[in-house]
Structures are given as C-alpha cells and as structure tokens.
C-alpha cells in the first residue's frame, strides 16, 4: 500500500480515539450501552472535528459482531467493510453530490429491504444541508417512521440551512472546535509515533492556523514534513504558511508602539517595495491589538499558542500601551481595513492610517477610553460636567409641595399623581390653600370627590405642623403650574441642555470627524 496522509491514518476508529467531544461520546457510548438507540442522530459543528469519523465508529459499533464492551473491534467482517467503505449494510452518501428527489426516492426504496448480514441498516449522509428543498420533503415520512432496522446520521457543518421539520426528527449533538492545547498534545503524540523531528513553536504556528480543526492540522504538517524531508521546524512553516515577511510586519508595528518615526519611514518603503498585501498587514495588526488586549485583560504570559518569540515581542509592548490605547489604536485599524476594500490607492490609505495611529492623542482623546479612567477624575473635564443633576432650582414652598405629594404617593398614587397637577397657595390659620388653574379642571373634580377629599385632610393633618383643615380652590384667569408640571419641566430642560452639550463636546466632535459618523440618538441613563 502507497503512503497515506495522516490525517487518514490517524483517523479515529474507536470511541476513546476521538479528541475533545466528550460529552458526545459518553451520550453515544450510553445510548449503545442502554439499547436506547435513536432512528435519526444529527452531527453539527465546524469542519475537520470528527463528525463523520463519529459516524462510521458509531455505526461501527452498533454492528460489530464482536464489540470490546461499546467501542468496535475494528476486525470483524463488518467492522474491517465499513472502515474500507465496502459494506453492504452501510452506506455513507455525499449530499452535495446526491442532492435531488431522484436520489432520495433510491433511498427510500431502498429502506425497505432488510439488511444483508447487520443488525442495523445505517445511511451515513455526510453535508447534508445541499439537498434540495424537495430532497428532505421527500424525506421526512421516511425520517420519522424508518423501520426498525434502519438509523440515518446526518452530518452538516451548516445546521441552520436545514429545515425544522427534519431537525425536530434527530437527535442533534453539536461538535466543537479543539482547543489549542488538546490540539496540541494530539499533534505530539502523532509526530512522536512517527518519530518526526519538531519544534514546539513550530507546532503551535500550525495548530494556530488550524482554527481547531484537527484535519487542517495533520495536512499542514504533511506539507511541511513533504518541503523539509521530514522535519517541523519553525522557519520552513513560516514559509509554508506565507509567514515568511511576519518579521517586517512586527518590526513596524512595535516602531508604531514606540512612535520611532526615523524607522517607520524606512519600514514603510520596505514593505512597499516587497509589495505586501495591505490589507493583510492590517489583519496582523489588528491580531497583535487583540492579543495585547487579552494580556492587558487577563494577565496571560503563556498562552499556549504564542511561540517564544511572539511572547517576547508582546511582552516588550505591554508596558508602553494600555487598555484606552489599544481600543483607540483598533478603532484607526478597522477603519483602515474598511478603506482597503473599498478604495483602490492602498498605499496612500496604509501610510496615512499608520499617521494617524502616530498621532493619535490629536485625533483621539485617548484620556477619555483609558482603563483608569484619568479624564473623569479630572475636575475640569467636561465629561464630568455633563453628568446629570438632581431637580435644585424648586422653590422652598415648591420642594415642600413636592414632599407632601411624594408621601401621599407613597399608599394613594391616585390622588397624589392628581393632587400634583395643583400647587401650594399658603397655610394660615391652621388652613392649608391648595390651587387649581382652570384648565385643570378634570384633576380638581377628581380632589374634590368625598372621599379622596377626606383623604387628602387627614393626610395633611399628619404632614404639616398644626393644619387642621385644608381649602381647595378653582382659579378663573390662574396660569400657575403644579408641582408635576414643574419637575417635568426642569428635568426636560436639564436633559435638552445635558444633550447639546454631548452634541458640542470636544471628544465627540473628534470621534464624528476621524469617523464619517453622525449621532442620531442620545439616550440618558437616570
């Protein structure tokens, strides 16, 4: 037999080979150990994973003439057909080949037939999501009463394009990413079994390229193991993966860092002359921000996935940036990329985003995103001033009103929300005057009824020192404002006030202009 690519050899053919999903292994192990066997199980997640490898171990199992307690032996007759996909009674479909009502009516035929020499008849239908409308509408009778002989397993890296109808029929386990480290360890364990000279940083550039996929991973390092003639190193996979220019990319970065204009200007007519894709050395940089972001956040110096050169470069890095700064440096990259792709004169737009990223206290008030928030400590600030205030300018007699009805509120909100509409004339001989304007008639009809009238003397007995009775008029020609209407007043007042002054705000003003933006709303937290 020919040479085989690792990500074949290594391909899992048990349970406790599969890396990472374990609470769907431990479910499918118990499922096989329990006989509580589902018609319909439906496998979802990212590429390269394990979902379809999954499948045939699964339908493996529940085949196996002679099972090593709930993971196959992998040398029966029927074990040894399905992992050299021969067997009769397993059939793995490609969906994206077999997508129409034609295929799927073969399969339904199909199903009627008994298997040939398994237990199950199992159809493994690997990207399931490219049949057709038609194709799963064909499929949900079959779906939902198969006979008891036959299990379907669909695999799908896009759950959400396949219809509800058929994903209320499976069971559904949805596969994850493999983290770095278990990524790792896995491509360890292989490289030693193959006896393949690595070096650790060279492993974490390949698994951090994978994006958790272990398939990408083993395809990666066959490629490198191919251009070096059996080795992983560092350099050769910087050079596989187009990483080889990296060192000018960082380099220009950390000189951003540290505003070393004498450097950037020879850096810059490097990368130009080497013909850098701009917006690629853009997404580098926006990756180191972020990196920088998540060791200024959580203080982690040995993430796994680093290689020791890249530790060293951003621990230079940390203690000349903070977190305002980072944020403020992304905002100008982002804005960068967007640029990039939309207009054509790259060069100019690279070089006069890194001026600004040179400059960016003048274009930014950094001060104002920084993690000790500085600028509001500041008491000259105008962040400070426009913090909102409490009602102030109410008259004595007004704030006394105010707290008689704010009582009253307190157990009849009725009459306190109608009482407030009046306001307060004087107390004298033990008399306490209310008035009324005549346009609001309604709420004084509502104050003079009986028994909210009582109500309201008894209440006013108990507030106001010495008031025995209280006198409730209606005034012809009056214009004055209750004490709601007040209130209402200086808070909306306030508020308008509170939002020109954001409008007009130095920081604001910088934001809209460095940012094409425009303020459509301005929402107050009270």
């Known amino acids: 037999m020919g040479y085989l690519a690792l990500a074949r050899k290594y391909r899992p053919q048990s349970f406790d080979e599969i890396v990472y999903q374990d609470y769907i292994v431990k479910t499918l192990k118990n499922a096989i150990e329990l006989n509580r066997i589902s018609h319909a199980y439906l496998f979802t997640g990212p590429r390269g994973i394990g979902k379809t490898s999954t499948a045939r171990i699964f339908a493996k199992a529940l085949n196996c003439l002679s099972p090593e307690g709930v993971n196959p032996c992998n040398k029966c007759e029927n074990c040894v057909e399905v992992t050299n996909g021969t067997s009769l009674d397993v059939y793995e479909i490609d969906g994206a080949s077999n997508r129409g009502i034609d295929e799927i009516r073969q399969l339904r035929e199909s199903v009627k037939f008994l298997p040939t020499k398994s237990k199950y008849k199992i159809y493994i239908i690997d990207e399931v999501h490219m049949l057709t409308e038609a194709a799963f509408n064909a499929l949900l009778k079959t779906l939902e009463e198969p006979p008891s002989y036959v299990i379907f397993i669909f695999a799908t890296t896009d759950a959400h394009r396949i219809p509800a109808t058929i994903l209320s029929r499976c069971q559904r386990f949805n596969f994850s990413k493999i983290p770095d480290l278990k990524l790792i360890e896995h491509i360890r364990s292989i490289l030693e079994r193959e006896n393949i000279e690595y070096e650790e940083d060279a492993v974490n550039l390949i698994v951090r390229n994978s994006d958790g996929c272990v398939r990408d991973c083993l395809s990666l390092i066959d490629q490198v193991i191919a251009y070096t003639g059996g080795k992983v190193f560092l350099d050769d996979t910087k050079y596989l993966l187009g990483l080889s220019e990296d060192k000018i990319i960082n380099e220009l970065f950390e000189k951003i860092i540290l505003k070393d204009n004498d450097s950037i200007k020879q850096l810059l007519s490097e990368i130009d002359l080497k013909g850098l894709d701009y917006k690629y050395v ?209 808070e909306t007042f306030k508020d308008k006030m509170l939002k020109n002054e954001l409008k007009e705000n130095s920081a604001v003003k910088l934001i809209e202009n460095e940012f094409d933006a425009t303020i459509k709303e301005i929402k107050l937290d009270k």
Not at 292 to 309: A, E, G, M
Not at 415 to 423: Q, V
Not at 440 to 457: E, R, T
């Open 282 to 490: 853009v997404e580098k940089f926006l990756s180191f921000t972020k990196t920088l972001l998540i060791l200024k956040q959580f203080n982690d110096k040995n993430d796994v996935s680093l290689t020791n050169d890249e530790r060293v470069f951003f621990d230079r890095l940390l203690d000349y940036v903070d977190d305002g700064y980072l944020f403020a440096v992304h905002q100008v990259l982002l804005k960068m990329y967007n640029d990039l792709r939309f207009y054509s004169f790259d060069k100019d737009i690279f070089e006069i985003g890194v001026f600004k990223l040179l400059n960016l206290e003048k274009i930014l008030p950094i001060s104002a995103f920084s993690s000790d928030n500085k600028m509001s400590e500041n008491k000259d600030s105008k962040i400070k001033k426009i913090e909102p205030q409490p009602v102030t300018n109410l008259s004595d007699k007004d704030k006394l009103w105010k707290d008689f009805i704010d009582k009253l509120g307190e157990k009849r909100p009725n009459i306190a929300s109608n009482l407030g509409y009046g306001y307060l004339i004087a107390i004298e001989n033990d008399k306490l005057v209310i008035g009324f304007s005549e346009e609001k008639v309604f709420h004084y009809n509502i104050i003079m009824k009986n028994g909210n009238l009582d109500y309201v003397k008894k209440a006013a007995e108990r507030f106001f020192d010495g008031v025995k009775d209280v006198v409730i008029k209606l005034e012809n020609g009056s214009k004055k404002k209750g004490v709601i209407e007040k209130v209402t007043e200086i």
